[in-house]
Every structure is written in C-alpha cells, then in structure tokens.
C-alpha cells in the first residue's frame, strides 16, 4: 500500500538555521502530496501542497518539490524563526477522496 | 472564518461513561473524516464519509461510533470510554485537491 517515509526527530536548529526535513513516498498512480504543521496543543493546518511532478508549493517561506523521479517531497526554509517550532507531518493522498497517509511528523525545535 | 469547528476544545469524562464530540464545517465539503491522535503522533483515522457513506476503518474499535446527520455536522460517540481512548481528536473535511482541511482538535481526558 501507499506509504510515506520522513526523517526522524527531533530537529533542534538556531535562529536563522536552514532547514530541511526529508520525505520519501511510495504509491501508486500519481499522488498528491502535502505538508501540514501542528503547533502544540493544536490541529493541523495545511502548509503547502504539490498536485504533479515538478509542482512547488510554497507558505510562509517554506517549499517543497514534488520530484517524481526520486519519489520525494523535501521541505525547506532558508531561515527558520522560533516560532516555526512545531510538529511537520508529509502526508499523501491518490486520487478521489482517498484519506490521507501521513509520515510520522518530525518535531522541529528552534532556539533562539 | 472558521472552516471547521470543533466543541468542546476540550472533554473530561470517566471512566465508561458515554462522550459525544461534535464536529461542523462552513465549507460544504462532501468528505468528512475523524481522527485519533495520541502524543504527536501521526493522526490515526477512525472513520470517514463521502456524503452520507460510512466508511469504517478495520482496526477501529466497536467502542467508536459516527454519526452525520446532514452535510455540516459530523458526530464521534465513544460508548465507554477507557484509559486508553485519552487523546486529541481530530475532525477534517476534503477539498478540491484531496487536501484536507482540520478542526483544532478535541483533547479528551478520561478519569
């Protein structure tokens, strides 16, 4: 079945750090892929999306390539602030309304 | 504008005794979805509908039940609650692009 595969946490960064948290997916067909955030004590909140091969989704200084040749869907932020601390989850879903399938999320710490 | 609303952010129940969580959306969308999610972990789906179709989980217990009475509400009974049903739950809708669209989330407290 269709599965997601992100690094493991935590992640601890200074201000201002680059960030990068890797996520492989497998699946059938032609996925789209998601990355949501959650910050403590609440819901998730959808952060960017990739519908197609080559799309990049961008929010709030983060992006992310859906790269089908390498069935990944790296998030990045070229400099990360305290208040992106959080927990990132990679998520993907097939076609029709398909419920999602999530990584494990990664808890990104980030220290003044 | 809140998308989907979920009451009350926060339920404290006993041991078996029954608890309803409520779920609404503002965005007409067809699919609703309930999850369980225990200490950051990755949500768990509980349930889902496409309309009035139910779709049940496998490995969701008989102790969940649904309910979705119209195309906005969306209901989560848990019959009897036990010590390891405490954990955030989530309500999400589907958009145009499968993307789903969360709730803040439910914390519920079992005693």
């Known amino acids: 079945g269709d599965s997601v595969t992100q690094m493991e946490g935590p992640v601890t960064l200074s201000e201002e750090a680059f960030l990068t948290i890797n996520c492989t997916y497998t699946a059938t067909g032609y996925p789209s892929l998601f990355w949501y955030v959650q910050y403590p004590g609440e819901g998730l909140q959808l952060l960017l999306k990739?519908?197609?091969?080559?799309d990049k989704g961008s929010n709030k200084g983060f992006e992310a390539t859906y790269r089908k040749e390498t069935t990944s869907f790296h998030l990045e932020k070229g400099s990360v602030q305290v208040s992106d601390s959080a927990v990132y989850f990679c998520a993907l879903t097939n076609s029709g309304n398909t419920p999602l399938v999530f990584g494990k999320g990664t808890r990104l710490s980030v220290i003044a | 504008d809140a998308m989907v609303i979920q009451n009350p952010r926060y339920q404290v129940t006993q041991f078996g005794k029954p608890v309803t969580l409520s779920c609404s959306q503002t965005?007409?969308?067809?699919?609703m979805y309930w999850y369980q999610q225990k200490s950051s972990q990755a949500p768990k789906l509980l349930f889902h509908y496409y309309d009035k179709d139910f779709n049940n989980e496998a490995d969701t217990p008989d102790n969940f039940q649904s309910r979705r009475p119209n195309t906005s509400f969306c209901f989560l009974d848990i019959r009897s609650p036990g010590l390891g049903d405490a954990a955030m739950y989530l309500c999400?809708?589907?958009?145009?692009?499968?993307?789903?669209?969360f709730g803040p989330g439910t914390r519920l407290t079992v005693l």
């Open positions: 965005l007409n969308h067809n699919v």
């Open positions: 990739a519908t197609k091969a080559d």
């Open positions: 999400a809708t589907s958009g145009l692009y499968n993307e789903q669209f």
